[in-house]
């Protein structure tokens, strides 16, 4: 399985910013996908989720800032992140748990990186 992110860049506080994954490659079909993100010296952590059947969490941070979605039949995640801040800086890491021959993988992206800064 490929995940392909796209979507980052440098914003200014207060602005927004879309990622977009796309998974492709062999599998049945695919459980959760979400976005975690990496700032340097800190550990991973979750920004937003969103299972199969649509049911989403967030990371503490980004309730009421974010939003996520995925089209189930094009394999694709996109995320909204909204009221941008300098804290928000880091590698933004695409997640998938996918299913091949009735197994559960987890496969993460490149990561891209997002800069929050005036």
């Known amino acids: 399985v490929q995940l392909q992110a796209s979507g980052g860049g440098l914003v200014q506080p207060g602005e927004s910013l879309r990622l977009s994954c796309a998974a492709s490659?062999?599998?049945?079909?695919?459980?959760?996908m979400g976005w975690y993100r990496q700032a340097p010296g800190n550990q991973r952590e979750l920004v937003a989720i969103?299972?199969?059947?649509?049911?989403?969490n967030f990371g503490d941070s980004w309730k009421g800032r974010v939003t996520i979605s995925r089209d189930n039949a094009k394999n694709t995640l996109d995320l909204q992140m909204n009221s941008l801040k300098p804290e928000d800086t880091a590698v933004y890491y695409c997640?998938?748990?996918?299913?091949?021959?009735?197994?559960?993988?987890?496969?993460w992206g490149q990561g891209t990186l997002v800069t929050v800064s005036s």
């Open positions: 997640n998938v748990v996918a299913r091949r021959a009735g197994r559960r993988y987890n496969y």
């Open positions: 969103v299972t199969s059947g649509g049911s989403t």
């Open positions: 490659g062999s599998f049945s079909s695919i459980d959760d």
